[in-house]
């Protein structure tokens, strides 16, 4: 079918159906945006919008809902089986669900446990005597001066569980966690090619 422009009038293809819908009344996009300069469009990003909200036909077949996050009533269709009222209440939900001891990766707050260790002072005390008493070297290639780290021969996750550490009080008072004979002074790459580094100690076992 052969329609013109409303706002060039040129000529154009379109099709019956869409002249039949109201549409097919420009011939491209720029013609459109032309004619809706200083114009409120009734669309409202809509593909469809005389079958949106009141008009559409499964309208009158919802149910209401109650969000169970925020308790909230909403109107659904019952084939939705929704049961958040937003994405928002839907993810405060899964949270909550995965927290502490019921996620699957919980490992009885123990990671939390090795960070506060790591960043109190005792931990910093007996960082530096390690590193005086290496002379500020790596153990295993003899760099000096470099990205120095200290290693856990035994790692600090395996002295945590084997000593039942729960608390900081449970980890000031245990002696293995502050021997200086279980730490060395490596660089960083001598460092990530042990055997405890990283990913390498996630499996953990009692030694």
Same mark, same amino acid.
């Given at each position: ?78 084939? #939705?089986? =929704?049961?958040? /009222?937003?994405?928002?209440?839907? +993810?405060? &939900?899964?949270?909550? !669900? ?83 004979? #279980?730490? =060395?002074?490596? /660089?960083?790459?001598?460092?990530? +090619?042990? &055997?405890?580094?990283? !990913? ?8």
């Amino acid at each position: 079918m052969i329609a013109n422009c409303i706002q060039c009038n040129n000529e154009f293809k379109t099709k019956p159906f869409f002249i039949k819908i109201g549409q097919g009344k420009f011939c491209s996009r720029e013609c459109y945006g032309v004619s809706m300069i200083g114009k409120q469009s009734n669309r409202k990003g809509k593909k469809y919008p005389h079958l949106c909200g009141k008009n559409h036909w499964h309208y009158k077949n919802r149910i209401e809902i109650k969000c169970e996050y925020c308790g909230v009533i909403f109107k659904d269709l019952k084939c #939705n089986n =929704r049961k958040f /009222c937003s994405r928002k209440c839907a +993810s405060q &939900d899964l949270s909550l !669900k995965l927290l502490g001891d019921k996620n699957h990766y919980w490992k009885g707050g123990k990671t939390l446990l090795q960070r506060a260790i790591r960043l109190c002072g005792k931990y910093n005390l007996w960082r530096a005597d390690i590193l005086e008493r290496d002379n500020y070297t790596c153990q295993h290639c003899g760099l000096r001066g470099n990205i120095l780290q200290v290693d856990h021969i035994k790692p600090l996750r395996s002295i945590i569980f084997n000593n039942d550490i729960m608390t900081m009080g449970d980890a000031y008072s245990c002696d293995e966690l502050w021997d200086i004979t #279980n730490g =060395r002074v490596l /660089c960083k790459n001598c460092h990530k +090619s042990t &055997d405890t580094y990283g !990913k390498h100690n996630l499996e953990l076992k009692k030694i």
